[in-house]
């Protein structure tokens, strides 16, 4: 739930991200301009969601995972992020061809590549930039060192658990004393 006149002044969801990561471009946008998030803990909230994975959810996952970065974190930040983010890439090209999507991830690339998709997410990234009232510091901070797939038994690998996500929280506090801005 959010106040009206946010929407109003803000805009609503971007429609580029369509699907998959909008809400948490939407809480960015905010807490860019000065807003913050609160969780209600003893809130009950429906959602009526099956898991699966297919090719067109982890396609729109990827891209719009990359787009958010891209428009929130200053490029100075992302250098940083980038041994991180280049790990898990890794690992997430070797999930997708395993599950036979390889070629999939590769559209994900050609997407990046095309400079028409630079100039939309650049773009959007001014308008962002624009809204700041908030650090780097403050983002990274806040943001999560270990990938965690709650109840998908299968997906959390002993890689992940117990190499991946400790590697990560220590590059976390690594960066974030590097952050000062």
Do not use: C
Request: charged letters at 25%; a positive charge; hydrophobic letters at 50%.
């Amino acid at each position: 739930m959010m106040r009206s006149d946010l929407v109003k002044k803000y805009g609503s969801l971007d429609e580029d991200l369509f699907a998959y990561h909008e809400d948490v471009e939407y809480s960015l946008r905010l807490k860019f301009a000065g807003f913050s998030a609160v969780m209600v803990r003893d809130a009950i909230f429906h959602h009526k969601y099956v898991f699966s994975r297919s090719k067109t959810k982890f396609y729109f996952m990827e891209r719009n995972r990359y787009a958010v970065l891209l428009m929130y974190y200053k490029f100075s930040t992302l250098i940083l992020l980038f041994l991180a983010l280049l790990f898990m890439e890794l690992g997430l090209f070797i999930f997708f061809v395993l599950n036979g999507w390889g070629p999939e991830k590769l559209k994900i690339y050609a997407y990046w590549l095309g400079a028409g998709n630079w100039k939309l997410w650049l773009q959007k990234r001014n308008k962002i930039q624009q809204l700041r009232k908030v650090t780097d510091r403050d983002l990274i901070r806040k943001a999560a060192a270990k990938v965690i797939f709650g109840a998908k038994e299968d997906m959390n690998h002993p890689l992940l658990i117990y190499v991946a996500n400790p590697l990560m929280i220590v590059y976390k506090a690594i960066v974030q004393a590097l952050i000062f801005w």
